[in-house]
């Protein structure tokens, strides 16, 4: 603890923290913003097309099984970026999310009542707009547990990013191994889960505003 506190009360530590914290906030939060972007049109596509479906869901399962740091390598000579570039991080974790997505964006669509869709279409609601005021709000309950899981993992793999320098919370724990000083790493680690914590309870509060029928049902203000 003494070791700890001693770390803490640095200045430039200190300032060091907050730099690393924000950029953690950015490499983790606009990939989930944008990968969720990119599934829900190919989800709804995916969800109306079985043969889209099909092909969407094997590209996602093969994407999603390509090892993050051989991503992060890979993406510069791609889209010819420099290796340290942050960017890398972004559409390496966009491209993530995204895949995480998209299988959450078709099983929230399939849940939504088929009633309800054929009453939209019976009042003349063309695809489109019965997708984005009807079948969309209702599939938000679903779709939320999905972008709870992603949001997870980006932040997780935020931190493997460290290891090729583009910064971010990862940093703390590959200078407190180089060092072998303990301190940044337990800083590291209660930060990760702080960020966790708060981005899922924000997840969970922008569902319910979104939702708030689903508080009048039991469980639904979880």
Request: charged letters at 10%.
């Amino acid at each position: 603890m003494d070791e700890l506190g001693r770390y803490l009360s640095s200045p430039s530590n200190r300032e060091q923290l907050v730099e690393q914290f924000g950029q953690h906030v950015y490499l983790s939060l606009v990939p989930l913003l944008l990968g969720l972007l990119v599934a829900v049109p190919l989800g709804w596509g995916a969800q109306r097309l079985p043969p889209v479906r099909a092909v969407v869901f094997g590209g996602a399962s093969v994407l999603y099984t390509v090892p993050s740091l051989a991503l992060f390598v890979v993406i510069p000579g791609i889209i010819g970026t420099r290796t340290l570039d942050s960017v890398n991080v972004v559409v390496a974790l966009t491209l993530y999310t995204a895949a995480l997505l998209v299988r959450s964006v078709v099983g929230a669509l399939d849940a939504v009542p088929g009633p309800v869709t054929a009453a939209a279409t019976a009042m003349g609601y063309r695809p489109l707009r019965r997708f984005l005021t009807v079948e969309l709000p209702l599939a938000v309950p679903v779709l939320t547990a999905g972008v709870r899981v992603a949001s997870v993992s980006n932040i997780s793999l935020v931190s493997v990013g460290a290891l090729i320098g583009t910064g971010g919370l990862g940093v703390l724990f590959t200078e407190g191994f180089r060092t072998r000083y303990l301190a940044p790493i337990l800083v590291g680690i209660v930060l990760t889960l702080l960020l966790a914590l708060v981005v899922d309870r924000a997840l969970v509060l922008a569902r319910n505003s979104l939702t708030p029928w689903t508080r009048l049902t039991p469980g639904g203000s979880r």
